[in-house]
Structure formats: C-alpha cells, structure tokens
C-alpha cells in the first residue's frame, strides 16, 4: 500500500486540479481546458473507483485517508494528506466532507449507441442548475431509467455539485448531450421512442392515465423550472402529462417531478 504525502502549501502543484472549486465560471473554463472532473465525498469517491476510470489525484484529510486507505491500495495514484484549513484555501471553500479526487474527463457516447441500448430515458431541455442535474441521475439510476439525454444548454452532470447531489451516479449512469441546433422530441422519435412531455399544464392528462405498452421504449421529457419545456417541444410530443397537485402550489421541483415519473412510469 502506498504511503501518503503529506501536503500542508496550498500552492503545491500537486493539488492545482482543485483550485478555487467555488469559482463556478473559472472552474467550467479549466475543466473545459484541461479536460478533468472533481469529485467530492468518499461516497461518490467511491463510486468513481467502481467505474475503473483512472484517478489523477486526491486529496484527503488523514480521517478519511484512514477510511479509504484499504479500497486505494491497488490504485496508482499518489494520496495527498491535506489538513482542512490548506485545503479550504486552495478550494476556496470549507471542504467539510475532507476527501476530493480528480479524474479525467471521458468522451461521451454518440446518441444513437445510447438510444440504442436504452429502453426509457429521461430527456431534459435547458436544466441548468447543477443541484437538480445531480438529483435527476441520482433518481433515475435508482428507479430504472436507463440513460440521460441532455441538450446542448443544460448543465454539466460531471460538475462537482451535479455528481455530489447525484451521490456519484452521474460517473456511470450513461449520458450524452445533442449538439447545439439538434431537438429532443425529433432525435427521440426518430430513435423510436414515445415521447412523454412533463407539463404543470391543467389541461395534460394526469399520469396516473397514462399507461405503457409491454416492449415500449419511453422517453420522459423534463423542462427548466421557470420556462418549463419549449412550446415548440410541447407540440412535438406525442403526449402531454401533468402530475395533479393542489391547487396553492404552482408546479413541483423539476426534480420531484422526475422521481414521480419514473417512479409510476419506468419499468
């Protein structure tokens, strides 16, 4: 087992993969740039060690060095031991959870292989708030959704939010995102999916309504918070569908929403 090091300069190189992580705009700009994704907790750690994907770095407390030091054995990855109040300077935050690791970032798979190998898939239209984005894998992977499919103008499900949320189900859940330009509702249907649009709209019809066909491949369309769904996805679905909720309450957090509908309309 390898030992630790160590590192107690918040300017060692050897932790630039974490670099002011509060900074959403910088951090989206180095990502981008240098292709590497952050993690954060030994849960979703964990998770990223499960996908076999190598490690570039990580960066523990001694707490949880000593908790994941069994599972990091076989891995070939220098451990950085970094007391709190480093790593909070070089984050740019209190890291309470005391455990980050970096990894590179993976190509994503071409539509049609995703479509392809799923039966229902959840399909979201400009979402981008990481917080939800995290919520919608964690749901969907725990309630039968096969795959994701985003659009070109919702938010990184490999941001360190989206995968803290998702509980580190974003690393295996498998997604992709269309190009800028490319509709949801006509790559769907074209890949022989039913298209299901979600709608607080009074006059959809409510999901205890809708049922599914044996053999049917699904695909369960999900808005932003305010604008909801495009009016031009709207049209194109072949169904429009409301969860029927009281009256005082405007509409359900998109991902509420989501849980409900996969929960009575996945397999």
């Known amino acids: 087992m390898a030992e630790p090091?160590?590192?107690?300069?918040?300017?060692?190189?050897?932790?630039?993969?974490?670099?002011?992580?509060?900074?959403?705009?910088?951090?989206?700009?180095?990502?981008?740039?240098?292709?590497?994704?952050?993690?954060?907790?030994?849960?979703?750690?964990?998770?990223?060690?499960a996908t076999g994907r190598p490690v570039r770095a990580l960066a523990l407390s001694e707490a949880k060095w000593r908790s994941l030091a069994d599972e990091l054995g076989p891995i070939?990855?220098?451990?950085?031991?970094?007391?709190?109040?480093?790593?909070?300077?070089?984050?740019?935050?209190?890291?309470?959870?005391?455990?980050?690791?970096?990894?590179?970032?993976?190509?994503?798979?071409?539509?049609g292989a995703v479509l392809a190998a799923a039966s229902t898939v959840a399909a979201l239209e400009g979402l981008n708030d990481a917080e939800n984005i995290g919520s919608i894998f964690r749901t969907a992977a725990a309630l039968g959704i096969d795959a994701v499919?985003?659009?070109?103008?919702?938010?990184?499900?490999?941001?360190?939010?989206?995968?803290?949320?998702?509980?580190?189900?974003?690393?295996?859940?498998?997604?992709?995102?269309?190009?800028?330009?490319?509709?949801?509702?006509?790559?769907?249907?074209?890949?022989?999916?039913?298209?299901?649009?979600?709608?607080?709209?009074?006059?959809?019809t409510p999901i205890e309504q809708v049922s599914r066909r044996p053999?049917?491949?699904?695909?369960?369309?999900?808005g932003a918070e305010r604008p909801g769904l495009t009016a031009d996805t709207m049209v194109g679905a072949d169904e429009r569908v409301r969860i029927p909720i009281a009256g005082v309450v405007d509409s359900l957090n998109v991902s509420h929403a989501a849980a409900i509908a996969f929960h009575r309309l996945a397999p």
């Open 5 to 49: 090091v160590l590192v107690d300069d918040p300017d060692d190189p050897r932790l630039a993969d974490f670099v002011a992580l509060n900074d959403v705009r910088r951090r989206e700009r180095i990502e981008a740039r240098s292709g590497v994704l952050v993690v954060e907790g030994t849960l979703a750690i964990r998770r990223l060690l």
């Open 215 to 222: 053999g049917e491949r699904l695909a369960l369309l999900l």
């Open 149 to 204: 499919v985003l659009d070109a103008q919702c938010a990184d499900p490999l941001s360190r939010r989206s995968v803290r949320v998702s509980m580190g189900e974003a690393l295996s859940l498998p997604f992709t995102r269309l190009a800028e330009g490319e509709r949801l509702v006509e790559v769907l249907r074209a890949g022989g999916y039913r298209t299901i649009a979600l709608t607080p709209d009074p006059d959809a």
């Open 76 to 111: 070939a990855v220098t451990v950085l031991v970094v007391p709190r109040s480093v790593m909070e300077r070089v984050a740019g935050f209190d890291v309470h959870r005391g455990a980050l690791a970096s990894a590179d970032r993976w190509s994503l798979p071409g539509l």
